[in-house]
């Protein structure tokens, strides 16, 4: 069965910091992963995706993730916080076999602090 | 603007009243998606459409329904057989690799 773990539900990191929130999975066949932003009372916003190809993914605002097929991990990543990255996020995997249904996290809030 | 619309942005209902949710979308994409989303608990999908005229339960359908009579539009029906209806309910869209969401709709049963 296809799933989607976030450990933490809540990361907290001073401003200037590096960030990582977990992120593990599984699915059957090839996973294509995804990290999405959900600031209050908004729909989600996409970050970024692995499908194939470099293992270390780079996407918007900075973000980045790494692919870890041993550890079927998908951790994203941020060299130095901001406040303005405190929100929601959450990690998704798309079904192997059905590339129309996708599985998300329960989501982490990440807390950046001055 | 390409994207997702989603309406009303907040909608109140009495208990026993059916309301629906509007989704449109101008992506051109096949496939579209109803979750509902409660604090603590990530998102939950309600139903989901491959294709006009056709569509699949998710996760938690049970006191919901949907119609795809076009492409563009999805909307989802909140019946009077829904138990707990309060939540932030999110559309989405997508074409092979990636979904695309609207701005929700938050619903408060009163």
């Known amino acids: 069965a296809q799933s989607v773990a976030q450990p933490e539900d809540q990361v907290n990191v001073a401003e200037g910091n590096p960030l990582t929130v977990k992120c593990t999975y599984s699915v059957s066949g090839n996973p294509y992963l995804f990290w999405y932003v959900q600031y209050p009372n908004r729909g989600l916003q996409f970050l970024l995706k692995y499908i194939t190809g470099d293992n270390l993914v780079k996407g918007s605002y900075g973000f980045e993730a790494e692919f870890n097929k041993s550890q079927t991990s998908f951790h994203l990543k941020k060299p130095s916080a901001l406040v303005s990255d405190s929100a929601l996020y959450f990690c998704?995997?798309?079904?192997?076999?059905?590339?129309?249904?996708?599985?998300f996290g329960s989501g982490t809030k990440l807390n950046v602090k001055p | 603007d390409g994207g997702i619309t989603q309406s009303p942005k907040y909608l109140f209902r009495k208990e026993g009243q059916n309301v629906t949710l509007s989704c449109e979308q101008n992506?051109?994409?096949?496939?579209m998606y109803w979750y509902r989303q409660d604090p603590g608990q990530g998102l939950r999908l309600i139903y989901y459409s491959q294709i006009v005229n056709d569509f699949q339960k998710g996760d938690i359908a049970e006191g919901y329904s949907v119609s795809r009579e076009k492409k563009e539009s999805f909307p989802l029906t909140v019946t009077s057989a829904q138990k707990n209806p309060t939540a932030f309910y999110l559309c989405?869209?997508?074409?092979?690799?990636?979904?695309?969401f609207g701005p929700g709709t938050r619903l408060t049963v009163l």
């Open positions: 992506l051109n994409h096949d496939a």
């Open positions: 998704a995997v798309r079904e192997g076999n059905n590339f129309n249904k996708f599985y």
């Open positions: 989405a869209s997508s074409e092979y690799n990636e979904q695309f």
